[in-house]
């Protein structure tokens, strides 16, 4: 691990000048991802900001009936809440599928969407990597890809997003909220906020430099049947070959996003509309277009059967 500065800031406006005013350097909350990257030489962050003590760990009711999740809220805390478990089911099961309860109980809930991916050519820094190094090409290409991705991937990045409860986020619609240095704020779609690759697979989100995530706010509940459907090598501890995040008759309609499949949480609101017509009907649409590995291409029966099971449950 190389050598860094560290600070402690007050207020999250604070934190977002902090990082902007310092070359390298990066917020740190919980740290679950990033120090193991440290670790590797793959972050080498100059300057460290903790935003720890800002004041955004509260859970707390928005005037249209939703709910306010603070970007510091841990995972274990969020998945406890009484709110959250009645009424975002789905998110509860999804974050209690994520990761052991040591991880659950560090890892925030910004941290948790701004997961860097778990591929392992990302993780070896003797092998090219266009997200470590851009322009250096995509040791996955030609390489052992069995659990990356199938859809929306580019020439220069097959990676997957690794997050169990940003694929919960998706299904439910919420909305990321920021600082930036200047003390700016604005609301981000989670639809908008994680990136495909592209030419840029370094670029993960929409977030601007220097900008710190806030909270993460959930719309009024949904209600009907909430499901979470993780398929993983081992029983647990594992991040989602396929995953199900499924709301079945909420608002009238059924929603469903998917993990393990692309670059960000898959949804393909379009493909929603045929769930009438059964299991097959909805995967036809939401896996338009995949472009699997010989590897992986095992991945588009599984969503299939995924997808039905969780119908059926």
Same mark, same amino acid.
């Given at each position: 691990?190389?050598? @860094?500065?560290?600070? %402690?800031?007050?207020? $999250? !406006?604070?934190?977002?000048? !902090? *990082?902007? /005013?310092?070359?390298?350097? +990066? @917020?740190?909350? &919980? &740290?679950?991802?990033?120090? =193991?990257?440290? +670790?590797?030489?793959?972050?080498? $962050?100059?300057?460290?900001? =903790? *935003?720890?003590?800002?004041?955004?760990?509260?859970?707390?009711?928005? $005037? =249209?009936?939703?709910?306010?999740? &603070? !970007?510091? *809220? /841990?995972?274990?805390?969020?998945?406890?809440? !009484? %709110?959250?478990?009645? =009424?975002?089911a789905v998110l509860s099961r999804a974050l209690l599928a994520g990761a052991s309860g040591q991880l659950r109980n560090k890892a925030t809930t910004a941290g948790n969407l701004l997961q860097r991916t778990r591929c392992p050519y990302f993780y070896d820094p003797a092998r090219p990597c266009n997200k470590r190094e851009p322009g250096s090409g995509c040791s996955a290409l030609e390489g052992f890809s069995r659990n990356l991705a199938v859809i929306g991937t580019s020439g220069a990045c097959i990676a997957t997003h690794p997050s169990d409860m940003a694929v919960a986020m998706r299904v439910l619609d919420a909305t990321i909220e920021t600082v930036s240095p200047d003390g700016a704020t604005r609301s981000i779609p989670i639809a908008e906020f994680h990136r495909l690759p592209g030419d840029t697979p370094e670029v993960e989100t929409a977030l601007r430099p220097a900008e710190l995530i806030t909270a993460v706010t959930l719309p009024k509940p949904l209600g009907g049947r909430h499901v979470y459907r993780k398929v993983r090598d081992r029983a647990s501890y594992a991040f989602a070959t396929v995953s199900v995040a499924a709301v079945i008759g909420g608002d009238g309609r059924n929603r469903f996003a998917f993990g393990g499949l692309a670059h960000k949480p898959w949804r393909v609101e379009a493909a929603e509309a045929e769930s009438g017509r059964g299991a097959d009907a909805v995967a036809d649409g939401v896996l338009a277009g995949a472009t699997p590995t010989r590897e992986n291409a095992f991945k588009l029966p599984l969503l299939r059967r995924t997808l039905a099971a969780t119908l059926a449950a």
């Open positions: 691990m190389r050598a @860094f500065t560290y600070e %402690r800031a007050a207020s $999250p !406006a604070e934190a977002a000048a !902090a *990082v902007a /005013r310092t070359r390298g350097a +990066k @917020f740190i909350a &919980g &740290g679950t991802n990033l120090l =193991d990257l440290m +670790k590797l030489e793959i972050e080498t $962050p100059t300057h460290l900001v =903790d *935003v720890n003590r800002i004041g955004l760990d509260g859970i707390e009711g928005t $005037p =249209d009936g939703g709910l306010r999740i &603070g !970007a510091l *809220v /841990r995972n274990t805390a969020l998945a406890a809440d !009484a %709110r959250v478990r009645k =009424d975002y």
